[in-house]
């Protein structure tokens, strides 16, 4: 299996992180499930994502509960607590539900902490398939600084990389579409009592294995970030996508940081390969979260603010994960992510890339596979501006016709520039055909 070929377009779907923390029950599930598929899965929404510590039974918001005791099976593998996910009692797992959402034409994906559960090594619980057990293969100056349920995986022991290939064969036999892997980007450690960051190549690479030998086409998300640029040739060897930002969340602030690093990361975008700008933190968020001290609320973001970030999205070609409650979506917020002219780009653009940026005007522009181009212009400044790029400027030449993607309205032809009159925040996205 070529693993490019599990993700031949950016991924598109919704993770349960951005409303429920790591406290999302199979009910939340479910009833996102549902309205993907009656309303999002046309326009290309398809992943439902149940994000960190489904395995923990005490979970009630975004803060972890320390040394948690968590549900695992006699492999030290983390199974659902079926307290939160009922249907998997009697050792079904995942499988109930992931059956559900492929029944809905949909596919499921889970979130993972890379290694080895802490409690396994307690335990020390046999590693399937092997004569090692858990202390033979953790590594216990290999954790997460902000979350206390695992010890990485020393990829020199033995027993390592079949641990690994445990964990993806049960996925595999739940049916897992997808998997985040966490704290993996950058992990963090101890050597010699001081604490280090590092890059968790070994690890990916295992699990690269794990996933190619499991028989199943997962796709694989590496998380948090920002990944290294540097790293850029392995991540696209291993994974299908990396996170390029901490968690990103609804302020002005982060959006204009994005810029900066899908400028830099626009040049390792290709099929099957999709650096990650993280969530959209658009609609009914933070249901049980608290995160930088904000709960329960609609998106901070500005309509406007939440078009320039799709646009940037869409137009870098990032992996696409809705973060809001889908149920109580309003019509606004509807529209917004089922805009096909824009979804389209993510089918068929390529070589996007940062054209201008001054302090006031930011445009991009890509190819279209039919021969046409897109551009995107951004007004980042904090007022209304009007601003003209001239075709020069994206090596066009001639008359174009142009259409305004997000309104859908035929511009006619136009020659020599492009012009704009943009709100504060807001972007334009046009697409160019000449005749």
Not at 227 to 256: C, G, P, Y
Request: net charge negative; charged share 25%; proline share 4%.
């Amino acid at each position: 299996m070529n693993k490019n070929d599990f993700a031949v377009n950016p991924p598109m779907g919704w993770n349960s992180w951005d409303c429920y923390g790591a406290s999302v029950t199979e009910k939340e599930l479910i009833q996102n499930a549902d309205y993907m598929a009656e309303h999002l899965k046309e326009y290309g929404w398809e992943y439902i994502v149940c994000d960190i510590q489904w395995y923990e039974p005490t979970a009630d918001s975004s803060h972890y509960h320390i040394f948690a005791d968590l549900c695992m099976d006699e492999y030290g593998r983390l199974i659902p607590a079926e307290n939160r996910f009922p249907s998997a009692a009697g050792g079904k797992g995942f499988g109930p539900v992931a059956d559900y959402v492929h029944a809905k034409g949909l596919k499921f994906g889970i979130h993972i902490m890379r290694g080895i559960p802490r409690q396994a090594v307690a335990q020390n619980t046999p590693v399937k398939g092997t004569s090692v057990r858990a202390r033979d293969v953790a590594h216990p100056a290999s954790i997460c600084c902000w979350n206390t349920d695992m010890y990485g995986l020393d990829a020199a022991r033995s027993g390592a990389q079949e641990y690994y290939d445990s964990l993806l064969e049960l996925y595999a036999s739940w049916g897992v579409d997808y998997i985040k892997v966490d704290d993996i980007c950058v992990k963090y450690g101890r050597v010699n009592d001081e604490s280090t960051l590092a890059y968790g190549g070994d690890e990916i690479e295992m699990l690269r294995t794990a996933i190619d030998r499991c028989g199943r086409p997962i796709v694989l998300s590496l998380s948090p970030g920002p990944a290294m640029v540097s790293q850029a040739a392995h991540l696209r060897k291993n994974a299908n996508m990396w996170r390029i930002t901490n968690d990103f969340w609804d302020k002005w602030e982060n959006i204009m940081e994005m810029f900066g690093r899908c400028n830099d990361w626009s040049p390792y975008v290709s099929e099957g390969c999709y650096p990650d700008c993280d969530m959209l933190p658009v609609g009914h968020i933070s249901i049980r979260g608290c995160e930088h001290g904000l709960k329960e609320r609609q998106t901070n973001l500005t309509q406007e603010e939440q078009r320039t970030m799709f646009t940037l999205w869409s137009i870098f070609r990032s992996p696409m994960m809705l973060g809001c409650e889908l149920t109580d979506m309003d019509e606004w917020t509807r529209d917004l992510v089922t805009n096909d002219r824009v979804l389209r780009l993510l089918r068929t653009s390529r070589n996007a890339r940062q054209i201008v940026r001054t302090s006031d005007f930011i445009a991009w522009q890509a190819e279209s596979t039919d021969g046409g181009s897109y551009v995107a212009l951004f007004n980042i400044a904090g007022w209304e501006n009007s601003f003209a790029i001239p075709f020069e400027r994206l090596n066009l030449s001639g008359a174009y016709n142009v259409t305004d993607l997000w309104s859908g309205e035929n511009l006619g032809m136009q020659e020599k520039a492009l012009c704009a009159k943009i709100g504060v925040h807001d972007a334009k996205l046009y697409y160019l055909e000449q005749k």
